[in-house]
């Protein structure tokens, strides 16, 4: 497992509210240590805060029928 990956998601997961930035890394690094099913979450709860690179990738998960 990456650990500096692992480092930061712990960090980014412990601060409680996060934006809509922090949430697409959140699905970046999940993505990166587990799988593309696992990160899903995270990149719904990015693109509904208004990240729009996270809702650009979430619809080409879902044409993929990845999400």
């Known amino acids: 497992m ?3 990956a692992h480092a930061e998601l712990t960090v980014l ?3 409680g509210r996060l934006s809509g930035k922090e949430l697409r890394r959140v699905a970046e690094l999940t993505e990166v ?5 696992a ?3 995270w990149w719904r709860r990015a693109a509904e805060a208004g990240d729009e690179d996270a809702q650009c990738y979430l619809a ?3 044409e993929d029928g990845l999400a």
């Open 13 to 15: 997961l412990g601060r």
């Open 33 to 37: 240590l587990f799988d593309v099913a």
């Open 2 to 4: 990456n650990e500096k």
């Open 39 to 41: 990160a899903t979450v």
């Open 60 to 62: 080409v998960l879902e």
